[in-house]
């Protein structure tokens, strides 16, 4: 049993989080995220000038415990650019390495996102990024922050990558589901091509199993659910037929939107969702997945999820 000190745990993932680490038989001992304003110039060229006056007291927090995990941060996918933003995503995690270093805190798992992949065509362990929305850009700048904390420190850091994740209850499951129902279920290609996206119980025993292991790499991704653009559409409005559209006018109609997306982060946002279930994007193999790991929850619970979402309205 290891003290775990569990930051984010008030929210959608720390909550699970929270679950799967007591599951685990851990003690978890939640704490609030220090609030953070922060611009990328200054955190790239003196990160601790952002939050210098909460570093003691932080360190002061962790005193005795064995792991952090932090669940902490602006999860907004159409975020503006904003101090807010990279305050959460970017000044915070590092504080809370920071921190760790100080108190003696060996191992720190933080909730990054596969986000900081963008467009590229197979989702991996790598350091190659290619964010698209600022939110994207918020979590790539924390990574990058902590990645430069992890040199020559004692502090085991990973970078834990889910995709979006689904829930019951969640809005933008909820969302989703609705989608499927009103609007025709369009895709490029035969359906076929997958799909990252994740289920919120299998995000907390993933975040559990990284904390199992004795040595872990630098980043470690969330492992391929298995869903396809089609089954994630039966599951969330099974019977409805699925209409294929041209990939080359599609893909032109993308990139006309993409200069309006630099200053609309909304925009980018739904077309970046857009992107994914249209063409899908394929993932490698991840370190979980050479381990023999497998993901405690399947399709049933998946089809539990929809069950539950369907004919609610879209707002949480
Ligand atoms: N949801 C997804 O689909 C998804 C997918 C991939 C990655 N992620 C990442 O996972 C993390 C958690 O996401 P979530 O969906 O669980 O979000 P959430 O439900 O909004 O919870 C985030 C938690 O972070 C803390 N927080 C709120 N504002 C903050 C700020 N300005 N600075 C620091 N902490 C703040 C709060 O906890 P306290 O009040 O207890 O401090 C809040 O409960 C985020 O970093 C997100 O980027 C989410």
Redesign the pocket.
């Known amino acids: 049993m290891t003290r775990i000190a569990l930051?984010?745990?008030?929210?959608?993932?720390?909550?699970?989080c929270a679950a799967a680490l007591a599951d685990a038989g851990h003690e978890v001992l939640?704490?609030?995220?220090?609030?953070?304003w922060a611009d990328n110039e200054t955190l790239t060229q003196a990160p601790q000038r952002a939050y210098r006056p909460h570093l003691a007291g932080l360190a002061a927090e962790l005193d005795g415990v064995g792991a952090v995990v932090?669940?902490?941060?602006?999860?907004?996918?159409a975020a503006r650019m904003s101090p807010?933003?990279v305050?959460?995503?970017a000044a915070?995690p590092r504080l809370l390495a920071d921190a760790c270093q100080q108190a003696g805190v060996s191992r720190f798992v933080h909730?990054?996102?596969?986000?900081v992949q963008g467009r590229t065509d197979r989702l991996d362990e790598s350091l190659r990024y290619a964010p698209v929305t600022p939110?994207a850009r918020s979590?790539t700048l924390g990574e990058q922050l902590l990645r430069d904390t992890t040199a020559g420190g004692r502090v085991e850091v990973t970078l834990y990558?889910?995709?979006?994740?689904?829930g019951p209850g969640?809005r933008?499951t909820t969302a989703f589901a609705a989608f499927c129902q009103r609007w025709p279920l369009v895709t490029c290609g035969d359906g076929d091509q997958p799909v990252p996206v994740?289920l919120i119980g299998n995000?907390g025993a993933t975040v559990a199993a990284i904390l199992a292991a004795d040595s872990v790499p630098l980043v470690v991704s969330h492992p391929y659910e298995g869903h396809t653009v089609r089954t994630l559409y039966e599951t969330f409005a099974p019977g409805r037929p699925l209409r294929p559209l041209p990939t080359r006018a599609v893909r032109r109609l993308l990139r006309a939107a993409e200069p309006t997306g630099q200053w609309l982060p909304p925009l980018s946002a739904v077309c970046r969702r857009a992107e994914l279930l249209l063409f899908g994007q394929g993932q490698q193999r991840g370190w979980l997945d050479a381990r023999g790991f497998r993901l405690p929850l399947g399709q049933s619970a998946w089809d539990e999820v929809a069950a539950a979402t369907r004919g609610r309205p879209h707002y949480r």
Do not use: D, E, Q
């Open positions: 930051f984010g745990a008030t929210g959608f993932i720390g909550a699970a939640p704490r609030p995220a220090r609030r953070l932090n669940a902490a941060g602006v999860a907004i996918s807010g933003l305050g959460g995503n915070w909730v990054s996102t596969a986000a939110y979590k990558r889910p995709p979006s994740v689904h969640r933008m994740a995000v």
